[in-house]
């Protein structure tokens, strides 16, 4: 993946969502542009684990008042195993890469 396309080569899970690709794609830019702000300030290693827990709660929150999930372990699982993919993806980029 080339350093400027920002993720626009890989293949993030959007089944079922009502954004198309691009609009995903400048959606998720825009928490990443909110990171990146608050990098000046705070840590990375802080900053990382709050927009997880963050993700997190916001996750369970679609979860019990949007999606209504009867089966929360099934949701965890289904939830876990989207974000391995997406985090491997990106590991993988070598645009991720220390002085790329």
């Known amino acids: ?4 396309s920002g993720g626009r080569d890989r293949h993030p899970v959007v089944e079922n969502a009502t954004l198309d ?4 794609l400048k959606l998720a830019e825009s928490f ?13 290693t802080d900053l990382h684990k709050a927009f997880l827990w963050a993700a997190a709660r916001y996750n369970a929150h679609v979860a019990r008042v949007v ?9 965890i699982a289904e939830m876990t195993k989207t ?5 491997r993806q990106h590991l993988a980029d070598p645009a991720m890469k220390p002085g790329a």
């Not at 990443?32 to 990375?44: T, W």
């Open 1 to 4: 993946m080339s350093k400027s």
């Open 21 to 24: 690709i691009n609009g995903f």
């Open 32 to 44: 990443i542009d909110v990171a990146n702000k608050a990098n000046k300030r705070v840590n990375a």
């Open 67 to 75: 999606l209504e999930v009867e089966d929360d372990e099934a949701f």
């Open 83 to 87: 974000y391995q993919n997406m985090l």
